[in-house]
């Protein structure tokens, strides 16, 4: 006899008929199963039909193959068109982007461009967690880039505001439309300045926060010509038009998804450490694969594609080991208003469903996250778990962060693991480094700081718009 | 307490927001948004029930709902990601705040009044956070040692190998130019307005700063015209 636990498939004969079925068993026993009450009636199937008309269950139901026919439109086709009627001009994505296709959520393609990008930088990130963009910045240098052509990092940019929208309620969807699109112009002229095309730098969206909130207005402006003119009026008033029109990526690229692309090379070309001892667990932001769901990164080879590939897929492409945890599915508890204004929540959220999980059911050596918010929340609030006796901690840091440790980034001058308050120090020490070693030299540094001898990732007239 | 036509105004103006039909396709009561909702761990606040008051346009407990409930929402919309109607609960609640707003709720004065200090800095500078605001004595529950290094904070700050980062009063240098366009989007879609709604003492305080800012860059626009007829 099978084994009968609830959702498995009888295939044997032995079910146990019609009538005194259990909930979750699927009875293929020929007896019938059609209708309810009084409506049964025998299908009379022989085994093998029953088997075959069953197939579907057991069958693997994979999401990047599935028809989705009406259910769920693709928004760049309805750019396509607007642009074909010359409403719109999008800010493609070319060949000198060297772009890398992957698959999202539904099996779409979706091109990361590699190359000539514009860091588009994140309030909390740059405010709190530095070694983000440093961290990016440097593996960019890396690989050879050349600043002011492969990359620009400048000072005409600001916040997307999504998080003061999504925290307090002031703002609209035209404020934050107009926001984007003036970021985005941005970046679409900028490399004129550097003597390059128009479209030269594509952006890349350092911020979960901004990359989810840009992704949903894009959807809202293409399919609101109510909404295009409105924002057109402001973009004018700004002299943020092209040829009297708005501009609007093909692609909306978050930094951890240009990580993801390059993350084989950045292990197979830089890494000089062996992190094959490191117990990750990662948290993915919620505004990177909950909001515009069908715009995430999915790889069958990460996970099974079950989960958004994104973080795990730079993590085993390292060679680390990939915790799971119950709750990895859990938001951070930043909340956006609740980190600033209401910090019981925030605190009691992220130590109770992230950072307690992840230390007793995972033992992890290190949180790697991809966001401001989540990284900031689950590093900064475990210090105050003390008072409820709630005695671990885990590093938090961004993926980014931890590959720039395994290719040798210093953890100071450029992880800037410094600002951290969880305990970075235990991962970097089990990595093979000394911390206080490196916290020494760092110190030296700060006194070249302060005798005005600073060292820079690029020409600092670069951000100013300034040649090389 | 409003009347009931003032309550029927707030619905009307909840569900005449373009993005209502977005977020609002039906609902079987399932409750899956709220097995998974953060907040409703941690307060009265059901997404489920979000969507059942104004799918069956409940004008009296809508209102009710939005004195306290709509504000415990996190925003991080996995309650958007499970629905199996494609519903946003989360973007429901974002249309209710900003309907809030706008009738001047005492509710979102409450609620809002701690988030001045950010708004100002949104506002006038286009970041959200900075340097100096996350030190020790602004967020205690941090504990003493958010940072490793101790130091001052301007010598810690230039020692990020980024330019643009190495500020301390914005989280990243933006250029005087960009600000004075940012004024222009806030006056233009009203935000400047909402804001006087919630708290005139601090519209002021913006309403001066912006002021001061747009005569600075009027400023550095005469002196590059001075710089380019010589």
Redesign the interface.
């Known amino acids: 006899m099978s084994e009968q636990t609830p959702g498995n498939h009888n295939q044997n004969g032995e079910g146990a008929g019609a009538g005194t079925m259990k909930p979750g068993y699927h009875n293929t026993d020929g007896q019938g199963i059609a209708g309810h009450g009084s409506f049964f009636q025998a299908t009379d199937l022989s085994q093998e039909e029953a088997v075959k008309a069953t197939d579907w269950v057991r069958k693997h139901v994979d999401r990047r193959t599935i028809d989705l026919g009406d259910r769920m439109d693709d928004v760049r086709e309805h750019m396509y068109e607007l642009e074909k009627d010359g409403q719109i001009i999008i800010h493609r994505i070319t060949d000198q982007h060297e772009p890398a296709t992957v698959q999202t959520l539904f099996g779409w393609d979706k091109q990361v461009p590699t190359k000539q990008l514009w860091h588009h930088?994140?309030?909390?990130?740059?405010?709190?967690i530095?070694g983000y963009?440093?961290s990016l910045?440097w593996f960019m240098n890396k690989f050879g880039f050349e600043p002011g052509k492969d990359y620009l990092?400048?000072?005409?940019?600001?916040?997307c505001?999504a998080?003061?929208?999504?925290?307090?309620?002031?703002?609209?969807?035209?404020?934050l439309a107009?926001?984007f699109l003036?970021n985005f112009h941005?970046a679409y002229v900028s490399g004129k300045q550097h003597g390059h095309d128009l479209g030269h730098f594509y952006p890349l969206v350092h911020c979960g926060t901004s990359f989810?909130n840009y992704k949903e207005i894009r959807k809202?402006l293409v399919e609101?010509a109510?909404?295009r003119e409105k924002v057109t009026?402001?973009l004018g008033?700004?002299g943020?038009l092209v040829d009297g029109k708005l501009v609007i990526p093909e692609e909306i690229i978050h930094y951890s998804e240009w990580v993801h692309v390059m993350r084989n090379r950045i292990a197979s070309e830089l890494q000089t450490i062996d992190v094959s001892n490191i117990r990750t667990t990662a948290h993915v932001a919620?505004?990177y694969?909950?909001?515009v769901?069908e715009d995430a990164i999915y790889d069958q080879s990460v996970l099974g594609g079950n989960r958004t590939a994104i973080i795990t897929s730079t993590a085993q492409a390292l060679g680390a080991q990939v915790i799971d945890y119950s709750t990895w599915?859990?938001?951070c508890?930043?909340?956006?208003?609740?980190i600033?204004?209401e910090?019981e929540?925030t605190?009691?959220?992220t130590m109770d469903?992230k950072i307690r999980v992840a230390r007793e059911e995972a033992n992890a050596d290190v949180m790697l996250a991809n966001d401001t918010g989540c990284v900031t929340t689950m590093d900064?609030?475990q210090?105050?778990g003390k008072a409820h006796n709630q005695n671990f901690q885990i590093p938090i840091m961004a993926e980014v962060q931890f590959a720039a440790l395994a290719c040798g980034a210093d953890p100071?001058?450029?992880v800037?693991?410094?600002?951290?308050?969880s305990p970075?120090?235990d991962l970097v020490e089990k990595m093979g480094m000394s911390w206080s070693e490196a916290?020494k030299t760092?110190?030296e540094?700060?006194k070249e700081?302060?005798a005005g001898n600073?060292?820079?990732?690029?020409n600092?007239e670069?951000?100013?718009g300034g040649k090389v | 307490m409003a009347t009931y036509a003032e309550m029927q105004q707030i619905f009307d103006d909840i569900r005449g927001d373009f993005r209502y039909d977005h977020d609002l396709n039906g609902c079987l009561n399932c409750g899956i948004c709220t097995a998974t909702c953060p907040s409703a761990q941690f307060y009265d606040y059901s997404p489920r029930e979000i969507v059942q008051l104004l799918w069956t346009e409940n004008v009296e407990q809508i209102y009710d709902a939005m004195q306290e409930k709509i504000w415990a929402c996190a925003q991080c919309m996995t309650c958007a990601a499970r629905c199996p109607f494609k519903n946003s609960p989360g973007g429901l609640v974002a249309i209710m705040r900003e309907v809030a707003i706008k009738h001047e709720m005492q509710s979102a004065k409450d609620v809002l009044r701690p988030f001045g200090r950010v708004m100002l800095k949104l506002i006038t500078t286009g970041n959200q956070l900075s340097p100096d605001m996350i030190q020790p004595d602004h967020f205690p529950d941090w504990g003493p040692n958010i940072q490793k290094v101790e130091g001052d904070l301007q010598v810690l700050r230039k020692a990020i190998p980024v330019k643009t980062l190495q500020t301390v009063e914005t989280a990243w240098e933006v250029s005087l130019k960009t600000s004075v366009e940012m004024y222009t989007i806030w006056e233009m879609t009203g935000v400047l307005k909402s804001l006087e709604l919630m708290d005139e003492n601090l519209f002021d305080v913006i309403e001066d700063f912006i002021d001061e800012k747009r005569e600075d860059y009027e400023d550095w626009l005469e002196e590059q015209e001075e710089e380019d007829d010589e």
């Open positions: 930088k994140s309030c909390g990130q740059c405010g709190n530095p963009p440093t910045l990092d400048e000072t005409d940019q600001t916040s505001t998080w003061n929208y999504h925290g307090s309620g002031i703002g609209n969807v035209e404020s107009a926001v003036r941005q989810g809202f609101s109510e909404l009026k402001i008033k700004l943020r919620c505004h694969y909950k909001m769901h599915y859990d938001c508890g930043f909340g956006f208003r609740h600033i204004s910090r929540f605190r009691s959220f469903r900064k609030n210090w105050i100071f001058k450029i800037q693991l410094q600002w951290h308050a970075c120090e916290k760092f110190q540094y700060l700081v302060e600073i060292e820079y990732l690029y600092p670069l951000a100013y």
